[in-house]
């Protein structure tokens, strides 16, 4: 069992900048392909970026690159989102995920992640 518990959120203007971090606990978090999604009311939940076990490989959604960044550290079993440039349509609950993969390459599928945290509320003003 992995537990997952984000942090960071909050309320932020237009075009400004938030980290999100993600604190692993119960299992070794370098065994995990790590990932960040979101959801704004009224819509599914998306996905943001992932990041393979070592932190080598990172993957976005178009809506994000170069905008976001996703980093991991495994000896302090923590994953970080840097979001600069906020916009309000960055508005959302961001999720903090892990699964298990054979050659992770950033699956923004929802059913393919094995732990979820509970997330926390990112709110970009205009």
């Known amino acids: 069992q992995v537990q997952l518990v984000e942090s960071g959120g909050g309320l932020v203007q237009a075009g400004g900048s938030l980290r999100v971090s993600c604190a692993a606990s119960?299992?070794?978090?370098?065994?995990?392909?790590m990932g960040w999604f979101r959801q704004a009311p009224g819509k599914e939940r998306e996905f943001v970026a992932g990041i393979n076990w070592s932190g080598g490989r990172t993957y976005y959604a178009d809506s994000v690159k170069g905008r976001f960044t996703i980093s991991r550290d495994n000896a302090k079993n923590t994953v970080y989102l840097q979001m600069n440039i906020l916009t309000p349509e960055d508005t959302a609950v961001y999720y903090c995920t892990a699964g298990r993969f054979l050659g992770y390459s950033g699956s923004s599928d929802v059913g393919s992640y094995d732990y979820w945290g509970q997330g926390t509320q990112v709110t970009v003003s205009s």
């Open positions: 119960g299992r070794t978090l370098s065994d995990y392909a």
